[in-house]
């Protein structure tokens, strides 16, 4: 188990993507804490060396067009389907109101007039997910 949990944080530090970094720090120290617990020196002494590399990973921030953070992203995803602000905010589980606020600063961001050019941007530029959930 120590093995398959530095292993498996090796390759989330490889990959880093948005909750690699912290699911492979936990990793870490589970395989450190059972490497340790049963005298494994070699294990134990590349856990080390793997978490001293986490503490130096930054994790990578997707980038997305025009300043969209990513909850714009996921709202806009949304509205692209045709989901309501009601809608929305269920399935993101934030509030109504939020969720205006979050359109409101897409239409300024994408300098879109209204929700269906938001979709139409949000297909243009590759933010829709064709054919899957694009709830969170």
């Not at 300043?67 to 934030?94: F, P, S």
Request: charged share 20%; with cysteine.
């Amino acid at each position: 188990m120590a093995w398959v949990c530095h292993d498996y944080a090796e390759m989330l530090l490889e990959r880093n993507t948005a909750g690699d970094l912290a699911k492979a720090v936990g990793l870490l120290n589970e395989s450190a804490s059972i490497s340790s617990e049963l005298s494994m020196r070699p294990l134990s002494a590349r856990s080390a060396a793997l978490q001293e590399k986490a503490k130096s990973v930054a994790a990578r921030v997707p980038a997305f067009p025009d300043g969209l953070t990513q909850r714009e992203v996921d709202v806009i995803r949304l509205v692209a389907v045709g989901r309501t602000n009601r809608e929305i905010a269920g399935e993101l589980v934030i509030a109504v109101r939020t969720v205006t606020t979050h359109v409101g600063n897409i239409l300024n961001k994408t300098v879109a007039a209204n929700r269906a050019e938001a979709a139409s941007y949000a297909n243009q530029r590759g933010l829709v997910i064709p054919d899957s959930d694009v709830s969170c």
